[in-house]
Structures are given as C-alpha cells and as structure tokens.
C-alpha cells in the first residue's frame, strides 16, 4: 500500500513539475491576450471612439494628473497617438503571446499599459479606483508578472526557438 502512495505521489509530483507549467504557460497566455486583443479590436474598429476615450474621458480635465501639469485639454492630434499607440500595443502584444514569441517583451509591454491604466486611467487611490483595479487590474499584473518572470514555456514559440541553438 505504501508503495502506491508513493509511486502515485512520485507520478502526481513529476506531472505538476514537469507538464503543468507548460500548460499554465499557455493557459495564462491565451486569457490575458483575449482581455487586451479584444480592447484593441474594438479600437481599431472605432479609432476616432479610441481617440475620444483618450481626450474626453480617460485623460480629460477632470482627471488629476491635468491638475498637475496644468493643461486644460489634450490636444486632438496627442489623443490620436494615444489611441493609435494604445490600439497597435493591444492587437500585436497578445498576437505575440499567443504565439508564444518574445513572451517576457510582450508580458512586459501589457504591464506598462496595464499599469498606466491603474494610475492614469483609473486612479487606485480612488474608491471608484481601488474597486476596478482590484476585480480587473490586480489578476492582470499577476499573470503578466507569471509571464515576465518565467517566459514561454514548452507550447511557445520562444521554446521551440531555444531548443534550436
């Protein structure tokens, strides 16, 4: 009996070391990717709704960072790069994971952005904030920090590219 317990722990053991990571890799990879390539898809359908969301509702004048540098509007052509930025930074970075190429870049890229919304778009600090941060935000950075720390794994481009050396 107690070499069954130990061969079907030695068995559970190897699978969790040596198989699950690389499904976790994937797993991680192919949800955050939908969560931005959807953002920018609906982006690049709209880009002047893009833009708008840039000058009047995300970086208007009623948000606190306006205050500080003392502007009263963004301009429309710096709202059209945002918004174009924003847009090319949500539909090639999860392409990228997906395929599992240049992970730890692309995981990177996602958590400036992702990090841009807690702080720019909306403020932690904020009731309104925290709330949104914490039931969005907070997954997002643990899963790009997962990517960022570890890369792609077996089911990745990046793998199949070391592996040829």
Sequence with gaps: MIGFIKKAYCGFENFTTNKLPSFADLA???VIAR???KAGWVKLKDQESATDLFQYEWL????WWMLLIGAEEIPRTFAM?????ATAGE???PVLLVL??????????LMVMTLVIITLIYPVWTE???AYW?????????????????????????HWLKSRK
């Design 100 to 109: 599992g190429l240049f992970t730890r870049f692309a995981a990177t890229g």
């Design 60 to 63: 208007g004048d009623e948000n």
């Design 128 to 130: 309104d904030g925290l």
């Design 81 to 85: 790069l945002l918004g174009l930025l």
């Design 28 to 30: 991680m990879r192919l």
């Design 91 to 93: 539909i090639i970075l």
């Design 134 to 158: 914490w039931n969005d935000h907070a997954w997002w950075a643990v899963i790009l920090l997962a990517l960022m720390a570890f890369g792609g794994q077996k089911f990745s481009l990046d």
């Design 35 to 37: 969560m931005f390539f």
